[in-house]
Protein backbone atom coordinates (compact mmCIF):
# COMPACT_ATOMS: atom_id res chain seq x y z
CA UNK A 1 0.00 0.00 0.00
CA UNK A 2 1.42 3.17 -0.91
CA UNK A 3 0.48 6.28 1.72
CA UNK A 4 0.42 10.19 0.95
CA UNK A 5 0.21 12.41 3.59
CA UNK A 6 -0.46 15.87 3.69
CA UNK A 7 -2.14 18.77 5.57
CA UNK A 8 0.74 20.07 7.65
CA UNK A 9 1.89 23.32 8.16
CA UNK A 10 2.68 26.78 10.67
CA UNK A 11 0.18 27.27 13.09
CA UNK A 12 0.10 29.30 16.48
CA UNK A 13 0.11 27.51 19.91
CA UNK A 14 -3.83 27.03 20.41
CA UNK A 15 -4.58 26.54 16.68
CA UNK A 16 -5.54 23.53 15.08
CA UNK A 17 -4.72 21.64 11.86
CA UNK A 18 -5.59 18.38 9.87
CA UNK A 19 -3.78 15.99 8.69
CA UNK A 20 -4.81 13.18 5.87
CA UNK A 21 -3.05 10.16 4.72
CA UNK A 22 -4.70 8.84 1.44
CA UNK A 23 -3.93 5.36 0.52
CA UNK A 24 -3.58 3.44 -2.79
CA UNK A 25 -2.65 0.30 -4.06
CA UNK A 26 -4.53 -2.71 -1.73
CA UNK A 27 -7.21 -2.73 0.09
CA UNK A 28 -7.51 0.32 2.77
CA UNK A 29 -9.94 -1.17 4.81
CA UNK A 30 -8.09 -4.49 5.54
CA UNK A 31 -5.43 -2.47 7.72
CA UNK A 32 -4.82 -0.77 10.78
CA UNK A 33 -3.51 3.02 10.22
CA UNK A 34 -1.58 5.06 12.78
CA UNK A 35 0.27 8.43 12.92
CA UNK A 36 3.85 8.59 14.42
CA UNK A 37 6.04 12.07 14.71
CA UNK A 38 9.52 12.68 15.23
CA UNK A 39 10.61 15.54 16.39
CA UNK A 40 14.59 17.08 15.23
CA UNK A 41 16.93 14.78 17.86
CA UNK A 42 14.45 12.74 18.86
CA UNK A 43 12.91 9.17 18.24
CA UNK A 44 10.11 8.51 16.40
CA UNK A 45 7.18 8.57 18.66
CA UNK A 46 3.51 7.19 18.40
CA UNK A 47 0.97 9.68 18.04
CA UNK A 48 -2.82 7.26 17.44
CA UNK A 49 -3.80 4.57 16.15
CA UNK A 50 -7.07 3.32 14.45
CA UNK A 51 -8.74 -0.25 13.20
CA UNK A 52 -10.05 -1.06 10.25
CA UNK A 53 -13.27 -0.47 10.92
CA UNK A 54 -12.76 2.52 12.79
CA UNK A 55 -14.19 1.38 15.92
CA UNK A 56 -11.19 1.29 18.08
CA UNK A 57 -8.65 4.01 18.58
CA UNK A 58 -5.29 4.57 21.04
CA UNK A 59 -3.47 7.62 21.72
CA UNK A 60 -0.35 8.66 23.18
CA UNK A 61 -1.06 10.00 26.65
CA UNK A 62 0.36 13.60 25.32
CA UNK A 63 -2.06 14.00 22.79
CA UNK A 64 -5.03 12.19 24.64
CA UNK A 65 -8.16 15.28 24.60
CA UNK A 66 -6.50 17.21 21.89
CA UNK A 67 -5.96 14.72 19.17
CA UNK A 68 -8.87 12.49 17.07
CA UNK A 69 -8.12 10.38 14.70
CA UNK A 70 -10.54 8.80 12.27
CA UNK A 71 -10.53 7.27 8.69
CA UNK A 72 -13.09 7.30 5.68
CA UNK A 73 -12.68 3.79 3.55
CA UNK A 74 -14.81 4.60 1.33
CA UNK A 75 -12.17 7.62 0.56
CA UNK A 76 -9.39 5.26 1.74
CA UNK A 77 -8.00 8.29 3.77
CA UNK A 78 -7.03 8.53 7.61
CA UNK A 79 -7.07 11.71 9.34
CA UNK A 80 -5.56 13.19 12.30
CA UNK A 81 -7.24 16.36 13.96
CA UNK A 82 -4.63 18.39 16.00
CA UNK A 83 -6.31 21.06 18.31
CA UNK A 84 -5.22 23.12 20.94
CA UNK A 85 -1.37 22.61 19.70
CA UNK A 86 1.55 23.33 21.36
CA UNK A 87 5.22 24.13 20.76
CA UNK A 88 6.09 20.66 21.76
CA UNK A 89 4.16 19.29 19.35
CA UNK A 90 6.18 20.36 16.38
CA UNK A 91 7.83 17.41 14.20
CA UNK A 92 7.10 15.76 10.94
CA UNK A 93 4.21 13.57 11.24
CA UNK A 94 4.03 10.02 9.28
CA UNK A 95 1.45 8.06 8.59
CA UNK A 96 1.55 3.66 8.23
CA UNK A 97 -0.21 1.07 7.55
CA UNK A 98 -0.53 -2.22 9.61
CA UNK A 99 -1.53 -5.37 8.57
CA UNK A 100 -5.21 -6.88 10.16
CA UNK A 101 -2.54 -10.18 10.68
CA UNK A 102 -0.31 -8.00 12.41
CA UNK A 103 -1.93 -4.77 13.60
CA UNK A 104 0.70 -3.27 15.21
CA UNK A 105 3.41 -3.97 12.64
CA UNK A 106 3.55 -1.17 10.68
CA UNK A 107 5.38 -2.23 7.41
CA UNK A 108 4.12 0.99 5.14
CA UNK A 109 4.83 4.29 5.91
CA UNK A 110 4.45 7.60 4.14
CA UNK A 111 6.56 10.37 3.40
CA UNK A 112 5.77 12.29 6.21
CA UNK A 113 4.33 15.79 6.66
CA UNK A 114 6.38 18.96 8.78
CA UNK A 115 4.38 20.08 11.40
CA UNK A 116 4.87 23.72 13.17
CA UNK A 117 3.52 25.04 16.28
CA UNK A 118 4.81 28.44 17.49
CA UNK A 119 4.70 30.29 20.90
Known amino acids: VQLQASGGGLVQAGGSLRLSCAASGRTFSRYAMGWFRQAPGKEREFVAD????????DYADSVKGRFTISRDNAKNTVYLQMNSLKPEDTAVYYC?????????????WGQGTQVTVSS
Open 96 to 108: AAAPRSAPTKYDY
Open 50 to 57: IRWSGGST
